[in-house]
């Protein structure tokens, strides 16, 4: 008998996830979608450009926004049962409101491990796509910066041509082994420079141990120190660094080693994988926080104050969330512990929560 009750609380809660998600997926993609359509107005493509890249971009938001997505999604499957009298047939089988509620939970918190491992992969693969794309028609972009197992590439453009430039990885302030192509109009190559390092904090770089290399008037020349003029990219560089949407966390943990040889920092890596790791536990708790605020509610005019004053603080939460990752960011706390803050928080709220949701 328990495992039908299970069965039948488990796929109800189910058919109303899939429905909040599919509800944030449609608004999201049309939201989305004037929004690429505007990027895209004047340069002559057809609708099914910015409508595939909207498809690619808004799952990775969805997968960001699954804990609050989840919370309204239970407190509506909550409120649902008790309309219909389920709850209390529930009940009179032994099932107590603390009981359903860890049986949401932990089915909450598998969900949050099968986003983590089966959709999180494709996610990333989407939004690599998805930025990889846009580029290509981005009119304003002076210059193009991406990572891979070579390490750092820079593709930059000006009036007399464009310089490419590979740096084997970047340490705070300064690039290693850097490699600098100057081609001219006609896509040949005017200048080669190589430097063991060059630090770019500002413009002209300052380069040192340079062999410079003069290919119009067949020259090569050697400079101990080496003044370098091109564009103050390190903010942008630091951005790209910071920019993980694109590692799913599988691959993260992977190539951790490698992702750290070629310049992003421990610091940001170790930050991205707790908030991996933390999805699951963020789904568990949000879950125990919905059913405080419904399935503790005993008349029905309570439910639509518990549920301004829910949304209220799941708003609350979600900069609460951001300003903890700020504090992290800004040195003020760990990383790790700004990732884990509000989790603890709500932890606290619900522990107290709970026991008044379980008498009634």
């Not at 800004?330 to 008044?356: A, E, H, N, R």
């Amino acid at each position: 008998m328990n495992n039908i009750i299970n069965k039948y609380l488990l796929v109800n809660y189910l058919k109303i996830v899939l429905n909040f998600l599919l509800v944030f997926l449609c608004l999201g993609i049309i939201l989305n979608l004037f929004e690429e359509i505007e990027f895209f107005k004047d340069l002559g493509v057809s609708f099914s450009i910015p409508f595939i890249l909207s498809l690619s971009f808004i799952p990775a938001l969805i997968l960001e926004l699954l804990p609050f997505i989840i919370f309204l999604a239970t407190m509506f499957y909550f409120l649902k049962l008790k309309k219909n009298k389920d709850l209390l047939s529930v009940k009179i089988f032994g099932y107590s409101n603390l009981k359903i509620t860890f049986i949401i939970a932990l089915f909450a918190f598998i969900i949050g491990c099968f986003s983590l491992f089966a959709l999180n992969p494709i996610t990333s693969t989407l939004i690599k796509y998805y930025e990889i794309e846009k580029s290509k028609y981005a009119r304003d972009v002076g210059h193009l910066i991406s990572v891979n197992k070579n390490g750092l590439w820079v593709n930059e453009n000006n009036e007399n041509g464009y310089k490419i430039i590979n740096a084997e990885k970047l340490i705070d302030d300064k690039l290693e082994n850097v490699s600098i192509y100057v081609f001219n109009k006609d896509h040949k190559v005017i200048q080669r420079i190589e430097a063991k390092s060059a630090l770019i904090l500002e413009n002209p770089w300052q380069m040192k141990e340079v062999y410079f290399y003069d290919f119009v008037n067949d020259e090569k020349n050697y400079y101990e120190y080496y003044e370098f003029k091109t564009e103050k990219i390190l903010d942008k560089i630091n951005s790209l660094y910071r920019n993980l949407n694109t590692l799913s966390f599988i691959g993260l943990v992977r190539n951790y080693n490698k992702l750290h040889t070629i310049g992003y920092s421990k610091r940001i890596l170790n930050e991205q994988i707790h908030k991996f790791i933390s999805l699951p536990f963020f789904l568990f708790l949000m879950v125990v926080l919905s059913s405080i605020f419904t399935i503790g509610t005993i008349k029905a005019k309570q439910n639509y104050y518990y549920i301004v004053l829910s949304i209220l603080i799941s708003v609350i939460i979600f900069y609460f969330k951001d300003l903890s990752i700020a504090l992290g960011q800004t040195g003020k706390i760990s990383l790790t512990l700004s990732v884990w803050m509000p989790l603890i928080v709500i932890s606290l709220f619900c522990s107290i929560g709970i026991i008044q949701i379980n008498e009634k």
